[in-house]
């Protein structure tokens, strides 16, 4: 599965940043976390910190990108779309990586940190199934035992996914507590992971969780920005204006944010408004959340004022989450990267829009990128602008969900 | 300190320890459920203060949380509740740490004291991220229970214990809370090491059911502490008559071991 004629195009840039002591992002992160899983936690990090530095797990890291995942990704220039909107649009294609999503780059680093542990077992909560048929791709390739926790709603509107999990040998788990959602799928793999913390490792899907988690899949997503920034400057000379991703837990918006933290792009991260933002019905944790402790980590979370933490709403099972990851906190914080938000509707253009102008299908989380700058472009993102917009994964999984909601009416 | 020296003064006189766990603001009688069981032998009694994402526990208490929650329960009111009660022993609170964070450390340990609780349990409040709310809780003179893991290594499990107020928690199995069939291998180990380093009270709970098990795993530490047995019940309709019974019957078995 190693291409050595491909690997040579895969960019494992420099380890990036480690977070301060204790996991913490200016104050976020940290690991709040019951008192059995800190050995595991522990190990986990010391693991990851020595393999990260490792030319022999880098370069299988990078063969397995290469040869497996089909790394590098292509940038797309969007012609139709640039002239519609008059920005210059340019994609980055993780919807062309094997399984469909960014998911794979991280999944893969984990499965051989996995191995490298001496672990035989997977779990993975999964919102959209992307992160969860991605878990279940690796432990085939691995031969690990898999079992995945999807929130009973999503494993109702993400059914493909559902199907290709069970092929792929993974039991897949419905979760029906709390909202039935990303949220509870998490809870779940924790109570197996406190359980089965011996033989099991739990591959976390987002930046999410607690210390290594956030560091340690921000590391294995950052070849989505470096090979990004790399492509951007081979075509245009240099960096975009404006970097655009969505924001669930935040993996692939960070992965291709860290390539540019230290340049002077503008960078967005678009979370899910849902119904509006307010309606209260949305996943927009930056914008509306507090801060506050959930998943092992100190973050911004929706929450009641008595701590409760609130169900999130998305139309794409992957935003629907209520909480957002630590680094992004600490860059909202800081004012680094704005956070702004798509509505259900906006994402539905979105997935109209691009598909019909250059005939790639969006996944629903990555329209909400696409949704905003169609409803942005001569407004908070100026006419002529270069925009670079991470297409975190393909809409197949979304089709039946779309078709039902819109019926025929598809044309934008 | 009146929880810890209330349960060294008892352990003092012979006596195992228990501790049933009650969730609080699961139907109207939960505060009759609290004191019914205070006076059906409890040494002190654990009152879980509901969250939406209880990641320590199994089915059994997430449902009771839930409905706890559904029927209105907030931290504060229990806490309230809790100021009323009087049950004659310590009462410790169990809850996750966000709703202590959005009360506030100091806020929350101050209500907690005021309202005559003794201690605290988070869960997922670990020692290493323990400093903001232990120095509130200390300073209001809250007694922060730690837990021990099977898998937590010796020179921590040491730091631990040695860090606990009012005893130390030892988890008796690896995994989440809800009844079992049998004691897990893990429960008379941990006792074992806890009591290696500690003299602090060393309690045993997670997984312990029934009062077998109780006496068993009591044997390996100084006592032991149930809840979704005892919550299966209340759920199941069970009232403080209910919840006492199944605490004398607990009581009883320890007591004649
Ligand atoms: C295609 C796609 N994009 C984005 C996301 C959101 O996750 P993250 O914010 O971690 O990239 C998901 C999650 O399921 C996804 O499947």
Redesign the interface.
């Known amino acids: 599965m190693d291409d050595p004629s491909r690997r040579a195009g895969v960019v494992l840039g420099p380890p990036g940043p480690e977070p301060a002591p204790?996991g913490r992002f200016a104050g976020f992160g940290?690991?709040?976390?019951?008192?059995?899983?800190?050995?595991?936690l522990d190990e986990l990090e010391r693991e990851f910190r020595a393999a990260w530095v490792d030319d022999a797990f880098r370069a299988e890291l990078a063969g397995l990108l290469a040869g497996y995942a089909g790394r590098p990704t292509p940038l797309t220039e969007c012609r139709r779309l640039s002239d519609r909107l008059g920005v210059r649009v340019l994609l980055k294609r993780e919807d062309l990586t094997h399984t469909g999503s960014h998911k794979i780059n991280n999944v893969l680093g984990q499965a051989l940190l996995t191995r490298r542990m001496g672990k035989r077992r997977l779990i993975a909560e999964t919102g959209a199934g992307q992160h969860g048929v991605a878990t279940a791709t690796a432990a085939a390739l691995f031969g690990f035992e898999c079992t995945v926790f999807m929130g009973a709603v999503d494993v109702e509107r993400q059914a493909l996914n559902v199907f290709r999990m069970r092929l792929l040998g993974a039991r897949v788990v419905a979760v029906e507590?709390?909202s039935a959602t990303l949220?509870?799928a998490i809870?779940e793999a924790?109570?197996d992971w406190?359980?089965?913390?011996?033989d099991t490792h739990y591959c976390i899907g987002s930046v999410v969780g607690p210390h290594p988690y956030p560091w340690m899949v921000r590391e294995l997503q950052r070849v989505v920005g470096d090979e990004a920034r790399g492509q951007c400057a081979a075509l245009l000379g240099g960096d975009p204006d404006v970097v655009v991703a969505c924001v669930g837990g935040g993996s692939n918006a960070i992965g291709t944010f860290s390539a540019f933290l230290e340049t002077p792009t503008r960078l967005v991260g678009v979370e899910a408004a849902g119904l509006g933002l307010e309606t209260g019905r949305h996943g927009a944790s930056v914008a509306r959340g507090?801060?506050?402790?959930?998943?092992?980590a100190r973050s911004l979370?929706l929450?009641d004022?008595?701590?409760?933490?609130r169900e999130a709403h998305s139309i794409s099972a992957g935003l629907d989450y209520p909480g957002v990851g630590p680094e992004h906190a600490a860059l909202a914080a800081a004012g680094r990267v704005e956070y702004v938000a798509a509505t259900d509707e906006d994402a539905l253009a979105g997935f109209r829009l691009l598909s019909a102008t250059e005939g790639i299908v969006p996944a629903l989380e990555a329209a909400h990128a696409i949704g905003w700058l169609a409803r942005e472009a001569g407004g908070a993102v100026p006419a002529g602008a270069t925009v670079l917009v991470t297409l975190s994964g393909r809409g197949d999984k979304d089709a039946a969900q779309v078709a039902e909601r819109v019926g025929d009416g598809v044309a934008p | 300190m009146r929880l810890e020296a209330h349960l060294r003064a008892r352990r003092a006189e012979g006596r195992r320890l228990l501790v049933p766990y009650v969730t609080g603001g699961l139907g109207a009688a939960w505060c009759d459920v609290v004191r019914a069981v205070a006076d059906a032998g409890a040494d002190a009694v654990e009152v879980g203060i509901p969250?939406?994402?209880?990641?320590?526990?199994?089915r059994t208490i997430?449902e009771a949380s839930?409905r706890a929650?559904e029927l209105g329960a907030?931290?504060?009111g229990i806490v309230d509740a809790l100021a009323r009660l009087d049950p004659g022993i310590p009462l410790v609170v169990m809850t996750y740490?966000?709703?202590?964070?959005?009360?506030g450390h100091v806020r929350f340990a101050s209500r907690l004291a005021q309202a005559g609780v003794d201690g605290a349990i988070v869960?997922?409040?670990?020692?290493?991220?323990l400093d903001g709310w232990a120095d509130a809780a200390d300073a209001a003179g809250l007694e922060t229970v730690?837990?021990?893991?099977?898998?937590?290594?010796e020179d921590?499990l040491r730091a631990?214990c040695e860090r606990a107020r009012g005893f130390v928690y030892g988890?008796a199995?690896?995994?989440?809370t809800g009844e079992r069939d049998r004691l897990a291998a893990e429960a008379t180990e941990m006792g074992r090491r806890c009591k290696a380093v500690t003299d602090r009270p060393v309690l045993l709970g997670v997984g312990i059911s029934t009062p077998a098990q109780a006496v068993e795993a009591a044997g390996a530490a100084d006592g032991v502490i149930v809840g979704s047995a005892l919550v299966r019940r209340l759920l199941d309709g069970g009232g403080p008559d209910d919840a006492a019974s199944f605490v004398a019957e607990l009581r009883d078995a320890l007591d004649r071991a």
């Not at chain 1, 940290?30 to 595991?40: H, I, K």
């Not at chain 2, 730690?146 to 290594?153: C, D, I, Q, S, V």
């Open positions: 204790r940290g690991r709040f976390v019951p008192e059995t899983l800190v050995a595991a507590g709390g949220k509870d809870n924790m109570r406190v359980a089965t913390v011996t507090v801060p506050g402790v959930l998943h092992g979370y929450q004022e008595h701590g409760q933490i | 969250f939406s994402d209880p990641v320590m526990d199994g997430q839930q929650l907030t931290p504060l740490y966000n709703p202590v964070l959005r009360a869960p997922d409040l670990p020692l290493d991220e730690l837990l021990a893991a099977p898998t937590t290594p921590r631990i988890v199995l690896l995994g989440v």
